[in-house]
């Protein structure tokens, strides 16, 4: 029984079995084919890429030459241009030699006229300096100038009072005096506190007097009062002036105030002199100085105090 159990199911299983080998087959034969179907898309798609890669490297190679040709240009170019840069480069250096050149000249150009310049502006600084002095000194001398045209137009208005004193006094002479007894060399000294002479009214302290007589006639010789007056310049007598005295001249009376009175014995020739000390400070002006006899006008000076 088993046998034939083992018998029937032998065909059932081969049939199994061929079923299972056609079923393998067929899918083995999808298999393939569909590998070739997809070898050969894959082919396809390499031949494709394969003759796009073709014709890109006949591009490159086009652009290859292309690029060999412009390297070759640009190289020969640069050559020129290495030497175009040489020749550039010597042209700088030279200039740039030139220039240092230039810069150094002109640094010694610019460092001499700054010395000038300093020594222009230190010479100004002197000019604007003397300038400024020689103004003020001329200031001065405008000031100085119109005291001086001042002290100018006093001097002469003094110089003419003087003047007209001496002309006064020169006529009086002429009038007052004798022909043959009158006084020669008639000086006037003024003295300060100390024995010194001096011009000023406030150092005044004494007036002193000297005249010579010469070839003084017999009858003018002998014992005979002298008398000093002394008057400022419109004949008023100084303080001190005393001493009243009468003096004949020309046959006239006149009456006389002296500051100094003395006998002198009057000889042929002789220097006779008078010393008056100052009672008070005189003012500055002109003042008169008279020596008179009582016969007459000896002589007469006059002097200044400022």
């Known amino acids: 029984m088993e046998n034939q159990n083992s018998t029937n199911r032998l065909p059932i299983v081969l049939a199994l079995l061929l079923a299972l080998g056609l079923g393998g087959a067929a899918w083995w034969g999808v298999q393939q084919r569909n590998a070739r179907q997809a070898l050969q898309s894959e082919n396809e798609q390499m031949s494709n890429e394969l003759q796009g890669l073709n014709d890109l490297k ?7 030459d292309s690029l060999s040709a412009t ?8 050559e020129g241009l290495k030497g175009s840069l040489a020749d550039a ?3 700088l250096a030279r200039k740039d030699a030139e220039i240092k050149a230039a810069k150094s000249n002109r640094l010694s150009e610019v460092n001499g006229l700054r010395g000038e310049i300093q020594q222009l502006l230190a010479e100004k600084a002197d000019l604007e300096s003397v300038i400024n002095d020689l103004r ?7 000031v100085r100038t119109g005291q001086l ?22 006529g009086e002479l002429k009038r007052l005096t004798l022909a043959n007894f ?17 011009a000023k009214a406030g150092k005044a302290r004494r007036i002193k007097v000297s005249f010579d007589l010469v070839e003084v006639p017999q009858e003018y010789q002998g014992l005979r009062p002298l008398y000093l007056t002394i ?3 419109k004949g008023t007598p100084i303080v001190g002036s005393n001493i009243s005295a009468k003096a004949m001249v020309n046959g006239a009376r006149m009456d006389l105030l002296a500051v100094k009175a003395k006998d002198e014995k009057i000889t042929a020739s002789q220097r006779l002199s008078f010393s008056h000390d100052l009672e008070d400070k005189l003012r500055d002006g002109y003042y008169r100085v008279s020596v008179f006899t009582d016969v007459g006008l000896l002589g007469a000076s ?4 400022q």
């Open 71 to 78: 390297y070759d240009s640009l190289a020969d170019e640069n």
């Open 231 to 233: 008057t400022d310049d």
């Open 136 to 142: 003020k000194e001329n200031d001065d001398l405008k």
């Open 149 to 170: 045209e001042r002290d100018l137009g006093v001097a002469r208005d003094e110089n003419t009072a003087l003047a007209n004193l001496n002309r006064t006094i020169q």
């Open 58 to 64: 006949t591009e490159l190679a086009a652009q290859v």
């Open 302 to 305: 006059s002097f200044r105090l």
């Open 89 to 91: 480069m010597s042209t």
């Open 182 to 198: 009158k006084a020669s060399g008639f000086a006037v000294e003024v003295e300060g506190r100390k024995p010194k002479a001096t």
